[in-house]
T-cell receptor
Framework: LAKTTQPISMDSYEGQEVNITCSHNNIATNDYITWYQQFPSQGPRFIIQGYKTKVTNEVASLFIPADRKSSTLSLPRVSLSDTAVYYCLVGDISGGFKTIFGAGTRLFVKA | KAGVTQTPRYLIKTRGQQVTLSCSPISGHRSVSWYQQTPGQGLQFLFEYFSETQRNKGNFPGRFSGRQFSNSRSEMNVSTLELGDSALYLC???????????FGNGTRLTVT
């Protein structure tokens, strides 16, 4: 299973774009990259998933370079409610994989 | 569609006791995973069940066990509780084992 490395914490201000990068040098061919968001005393919530290039949904974009050894979660125009821990996960698409969460990135959005 | 439901929400037990936690997955989801979350160790994978079979297991002692029923509902059991078992226990379901996880809000277990 590919190990992931993320910054421990990041600060931002309301209205700014936030980019959180995750390193996964040992990513395997079958691995997908998934990001989750977690608020205190709640379970993580799925944000976005991708395999290569760029994926966009209503809340975020995910950029994956050609070598797939890293990925960047982009949150446009963050608000105070985006203050949370963000986890990057890498997993085997073929099923039955163990989902290994890293330490995550604690994002703090200030007014 | 109802989300993942975990019961109870809070639990206080004494060292040496055992505890059973319950998880009802999203309708149609056949994979259920369990995680332990503590401030010091973060989110750690316990085990995953699919169609009543344990497919994967994390690095936890045998005191931690689980099962899945034919309706995909799952239970996890911790026997001979230790103080270090105090944690937030999260259950997640997914359509398969490789699709995005949907988490419940967890059971907060306190061992005294």
């Amino acid at each position: 299973l590919a190990k992931t490395t993320q910054p421990i914490s990041m600060d931002s201000y309301e209205g700014q774009e936030v980019n959180i990068t995750c390193s996964h040098n040992n990513i395997a061919t079958n691995d997908y990259i998934t990001w989750y968001q977690q608020f205190p005393s709640q379970g993580p919530r799925f944000i976005i998933q991708g395999y290569k290039t760029k994926v966009t949904n209503e809340v975020a974009s995910l950029f994956i370079p050609a070598d797939r050894k890293s990925s960047t979660l982009s949150l446009p125009r963050v608000s105070l409610s985006d203050t949370a821990v963000y986890y990057c996960l890498v997993g085997d698409i073929s099923g039955g994989f163990k989902t290994i969460f890293g330490a995550g990135t604690r994002l703090f959005v200030k007014a | 569609k109802a989300g993942v439901t975990q019961t109870p929400r809070y639990l206080i037990k004494t060292r040496g006791q055992q505890v059973t936690l319950s998880c009802s997955p999203i309708s149609g989801h056949r994979s259920v995973s369990w995680y332990q979350q503590t401030p010091g160790q973060g989110l750690q994978f316990l085990f995953e069940y699919f169609s009543e079979t344990q497919r994967n297991k994390g690095n936890f002692p045998g005191r931690f066990s689980g099962r899945q029923f034919s309706n995909s509902r799952s239970e996890m059991n911790v026997s001979t509780l230790e103080l270090g078992d105090s944690a937030l226990y999260l259950c997640a379901s997914s359509f398969r084992g490789d699709s995005p996880l949907h988490f419940g809000n967890g059971t907060r277990l306190t061992v005294t």
